[in-house]
């Protein structure tokens, strides 16, 4: 009865989605791969205006541009592909230290390698290590309850031919919602719940999963909605670390 009501009670928070006025967007693409994020922003926020960058060192500019001259409901980061030490990740970091800061997607291939404060910024979101991961190693649902991973089936990824394909994490104040073991453990954690409640790190790479968008429309659902009725599922994964 209790977890009935329980499910209810997500399901009205998840009807009540805001709608941001304003997105931006540093997402790599390459071979085919890399939209997925901009094709699901369509789907859930159709009335929001983005900006949205690729290509490398120049988009990443063009990105830190906007962010210092701009306003922004959302910011998302994907980094896959492309060397990440153009990026502003500093001024990323500043928007979400600020109290009651903006909503925040990111992962990159570089946390641990970048030179230019992707660790600082993963520190601030609750990681405080990331390992690579160059090997396809299955991925798993740790919290099924959470929104972002609901109706997720397929959690496969094709290979755009990179050679990180994706990272580790290792928590303490992000929350673990799927990671790279069937059952939570230090050190695996896939797509993390940053500590502000609202925002999302991720080791996984959304943007060569085989049900991107899907999983992409789930994330940002999450992210606009910023229901702190999730945080009641959460218990047991921390219990883990």
Request: charged share 10%.
């Given at each position: 009865m209790k977890f009935t009501l329980?499910?209810?009670m997500l399901a009205l928070a998840?009807?009540?989605?805001?709608?941001p006025s304003s997105v931006l967007v540093y997402n790599d693409t390459y071979a085919g791969y890399g939209d997925a994020v901009l094709t699901?922003?369509?789907n859930v926020?159709?009335?929001a205006t983005v900006d949205a960058f690729t290509g490398g060192a120049a988009g990443q500019q063009s990105f830190n541009t906007a962010l210092a001259g701009g306003s922004?409901?959302?910011i998302i980061v994907e980094c896959w592909?492309?060397?990440?030490?153009d990026l502003d990740w500093a001024a990323v970091a500043d928007h979400y230290d600020t109290a009651g800061g903006t909503p925040i997607y990111a992962s990159s291939w570089e946390w641990s390698t970048g030179t230019s404060g992707q660790m600082d910024l993963a520190n601030a979101m609750g990681v405080w290590l990331v390992t690579p991961d160059y090997n396809w190693s299955p991925h798993y649902v740790w919290d099924a309850g959470h929104p972002i991973v609901q109706d997720i089936t397929d959690w496969t990824q094709s290979d755009p031919g990179i050679n990180?394909?994706?990272?580790w994490m290792s928590v303490n104040n992000a929350t673990p919602v799927t990671g790279w073991d069937p059952s939570p453990v230090a050190g695996m954690a896939g797509i993390c719940v940053a500590s502000d409640g609202h925002s999302v790190i991720s080791g996984y790479g959304v943007a060569y999963a085989n049900d991107g968008v899907n999983i992409w429309e789930n994330i940002l659902g999450f992210m606009a909605s910023g229901s702190s009725l999730q945080e009641s599922t959460w218990g047991a994964i921390k219990a883990s670390f």
């Amino acid at each position: 009865m209790k977890f009935t009501l329980f499910l209810m009670m997500l399901a009205l928070a998840g009807s009540a989605v805001a709608q941001p006025s304003s997105v931006l967007v540093y997402n790599d693409t390459y071979a085919g791969y890399g939209d997925a994020v901009l094709t699901a922003i369509g789907n859930v926020w159709p009335g929001a205006t983005v900006d949205a960058f690729t290509g490398g060192a120049a988009g990443q500019q063009s990105f830190n541009t906007a962010l210092a001259g701009g306003s922004y409901d959302v910011i998302i980061v994907e980094c896959w592909y492309y060397d990440t030490d153009d990026l502003d990740w500093a001024a990323v970091a500043d928007h979400y230290d600020t109290a009651g800061g903006t909503p925040i997607y990111a992962s990159s291939w570089e946390w641990s390698t970048g030179t230019s404060g992707q660790m600082d910024l993963a520190n601030a979101m609750g990681v405080w290590l990331v390992t690579p991961d160059y090997n396809w190693s299955p991925h798993y649902v740790w919290d099924a309850g959470h929104p972002i991973v609901q109706d997720i089936t397929d959690w496969t990824q094709s290979d755009p031919g990179i050679n990180c394909k994706n990272c580790w994490m290792s928590v303490n104040n992000a929350t673990p919602v799927t990671g790279w073991d069937p059952s939570p453990v230090a050190g695996m954690a896939g797509i993390c719940v940053a500590s502000d409640g609202h925002s999302v790190i991720s080791g996984y790479g959304v943007a060569y999963a085989n049900d991107g968008v899907n999983i992409w429309e789930n994330i940002l659902g999450f992210m606009a909605s910023g229901s702190s009725l999730q945080e009641s599922t959460w218990g047991a994964i921390k219990a883990s670390f």
